[in-house]
């Protein structure tokens, strides 16, 4: 937001305390009192504030929006099915087993799939989905990842207030109040890219490990990215202990290419989940994989359970069909990549510009920027990077009309109307920016 005062944000954020906590409806909407952002609409790649002022918008709403906003190929696929066919009914469509079918077209990895509402469910399902597979109680996550808000996955390392000097590894806290100690009791997190502390893991649980969890590209943690060797050892390792490997592609699926990072890597996962850019802003969300696996939800007595009231509404599922059609049958991808990698070309122009040592990790379409000298390997590694310099670069940024998340462990997400972005204007205003973040 500007740092001239928004008349109209001040007045709703206001208002909203008196109707929500922190006057937000999501806690990570609450920037403070000067900066909580209201807008008031949204197109291609761009955002406009209750004060008129206009974004181009790198962090699209933490990733969903592949297209753009309001595409309206997309939403005229959701009008046309809920003002023909209806909302919900509790009942199966012909669209489910279409967008499944969309689905493994682009990514071999899934032989049968279940739908979801968000990011969070789909990952519970295959968390749960796991157990009930392989009888076994431990998730191994990896340190830097986020898999959702739901008390199991809301652990994490504590790498903001670690100590590399005296502590050897950083605390595991959860989220805040309200999680039980127990919901930790079979979780297991390591650092990326550590195949040493992955042994050891499974050298002291291995009989108990039902499942590895990652997001190969870390898109909760600037993208830092699973090494090949890495990824090959996860599938080794889970294969050779009877382990499931299950890949969080919430940010990265129908995004980092048609096939998520499994087409990148060249390795399967047993299941996957993926949310976000599945529909282009709408929520749909679903996890999949083998066959096998996934047919052990069922109603036997020692089935899987899962459903729920919204699953595989025909909001989500004809966003999701025009979605992965337009991504499928269009070159949409290939802009994506070539827009983030130009966009990578002019930032790293003006970094080399003002003499800052610069790296950047992750796939074109979903880039972190780290001020360091080396890409960052793991979580522990990010600490090491000049992330306040980032995040006054990004505060610039967000007053002069760019908008992102202020802080380095967000990438920037790049969507298909980003192709409309003046990148002559966008290397000028991130001059300006880190100007202003380095007081020149
Ligand atoms: C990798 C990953 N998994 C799971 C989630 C949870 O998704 P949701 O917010 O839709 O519940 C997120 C959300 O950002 C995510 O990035």
Redesign the pocket.
């Known amino acids: 937001m500007t740092d001239t005062h928004k008349a109209a944000s001040a007045a709703m954020l206001k208002q909203a305390h008196t109707h929500m906590p922190m006057g937000v409806a999501d806690s990570y909407r609450y920037w403070g009192e000067e900066n909580t952002v209201f807008l008031k609409s949204m197109k291609g790649c761009t955002i406009t504030d209750c004060d008129d002022q206009t974004f181009v918008d790198f962090r699209l709403a933490?990733?969903p929006i592949i297209l753009g906003y309001r595409d309206t190929r997309v939403d005229a696929a959701v009008i046309d099915a809920i003002t023909n066919v209806g909302t919900i009914s509790g009942f199966s469509t012909g669209l489910d087993s279409e967008v499944v079918s969309l689905v493994k077209k682009l990514c071999p990895n899934i032989e049968k799939m279940r739908f979801a509402n968000?990011?969070?469910?789909?990952?519970i399902g295959a968390v749960r989905t796991a157990r009930g597979f392989t009888g076994r109680n431990k998730i191994v996550v990896v340190e830097g990842?986020?898999?959702?808000?739901y008390d199991e996955m809301m652990w994490k390392s504590d790498v903001d207030n670690w100590n590399c000097d005296t502590q050897s590894a950083p605390e595991i806290i959860p989220f805040g109040a309200g999680i039980p100690e127990s919901t930790r009791e079979h979780q297991v997190s390591v650092p990326l890219n550590d195949i040493a502390a992955l042994d050891a893991v499974f050298a002291q649980y291995g009989n108990d490990i039902a499942a590895i969890l990652i997001?190969p590209i870390m898109?909760?943690c600037g993208s830092i990215s699973s090494t090949q060797e890495y990824m090959q050892k996860l599938r080794d390792i889970s294969d050779s202990n009877g382990s499931l490997l299950i890949m969080?592609e919430?940010?990265t699926g129908f995004r980092v290419a048609k096939g998520g990072v499994q087409e990148l890597y060249d390795v399967k996962a047993d299941l996957t989940?993926y949310?976000?850019a599945i529909g282009n802003g709408y929520p749909v969300?679903a996890f999949g994989g083998r066959a096998d696996v996934m047919d052990k939800i069922s109603f036997e007595k020692d089935g899987v359970t899962h459903g729920g009231t919204y699953t595989a509404n025909m909001i989500a599922l004809s966003a999701a069909k025009a979605t992965l059609t337009i991504l499928s049958e269009t070159d949409a991808l290939v802009t994506i990549n070539r827009v983030g990698a130009d966009i990578q070309q002019l930032l790293s122009r003006v970094f080399t510009k003002f003499g800052i040592e610069h790296r950047f990790a992750g796939p074109d379409s979903m880039f972190g920027i780290h001020f360091c000298n080396e890409v960052p390997l793991n979580y522990r590694d990010w600490k090491k990077t000049n992330s306040d310099l980032y995040t006054e670069f990004a505060l610039n940024l967000i007053k002069n009309g760019v908008m992102l998340e202020p802080d380095s462990r967000e990438p920037w997400f790049i969507c298909e109307a980003h192709q409309n972005v003046d990148l002559v204007w966008l290397e000028k205003i991130a001059e300006l920016s880190m100007a202003q973040a380095l007081g020149q």
């Open positions: 933490y990733g968000s990011g969070t469910e789909a990952v990842g986020f898999h959702g808000l997001e898109g909760n969080d919430v940010k989940t949310a976000k969300a």
